[in-house]
């Protein structure tokens, strides 16, 4: 396994990616009506990194992380579902945390859904804390309540620091 930055021949598999996470989703809350999944050309175009988890030369993973106005926010972290339980998203998520200190960046913020194994709980265990939800989230709570996610579960805001 490799974790390294998003390079512009990774952006076509970010997309299907998340989508083949989000089946997941589908399969504990029995159904759902998301959007598809952003494109990996639209979650480059905005401020921030990506980084991308390889087995071989398969890119089975991916980290989006925003820039907020120099608040970093840990927008989308998903693994293929055959290649979890191997390491990916953790190693995912350490190279974000590692990335945003490396930026100056003081902490990492995220939303997610508290209870659900492979949301809350994976964070906490990465030593995130819940929060409550900074002002500078306002535009993700907004996008979320239009998607509905609270209905599926609590949602919650976690916040780790990078040192």
């Known amino acids: 396994m490799t974790v390294r930055p998003a390079t512009a021949a990774d952006l076509p598999f970010l997309g299907p990616l998340e989508d083949s996470g989000d089946r997941q989703f589908a399969e504990l809350f029995g159904g759902l009506d998301w959007p598809p999944a952003d494109s990996g050309a639209e979650r480059a175009a905005v401020p921030?990194?990506?980084?991308?988890?390889?087995?071989?030369?398969?890119?089975?993973?991916?980290?989006?992380?925003?820039?907020?106005?120099?608040?970093?926010?840990?927008?989308?972290?998903?693994?293929?579902?055959?290649?979890?339980?191997?390491?990916?998203?953790?190693?995912?998520l350490e190279a974000a945390v590692a990335g945003v200190r490396e930026r100056g960046g003081a902490e990492v913020t995220l939303m997610t859904y508290a209870d659900v194994p492979w949301n809350g709980p994976f964070y906490r265990r990465r030593g995130f804390v819940e929060i409550e939800a900074p002002?500078?989230?306002?535009?993700?709570?907004?996008?979320?309540?239009?998607?509905?996610l609270a209905r599926h579960g609590r949602r919650t805001a976690m916040v780790r620091p990078t040192r």
């Open 135 to 148: 002002a500078r989230l306002a535009p993700m709570l907004a996008t979320e309540e239009r998607m509905g």
């Open 48 to 92: 921030g990194f990506l980084l991308v988890a390889t087995d071989g030369a398969q890119v089975v993973g991916f980290a989006h992380v925003l820039d907020l106005a120099g608040h970093w926010h840990l927008e989308q972290l998903s693994v293929e579902p055959g290649h979890q339980g191997r390491g990916h998203g953790g190693a995912l």
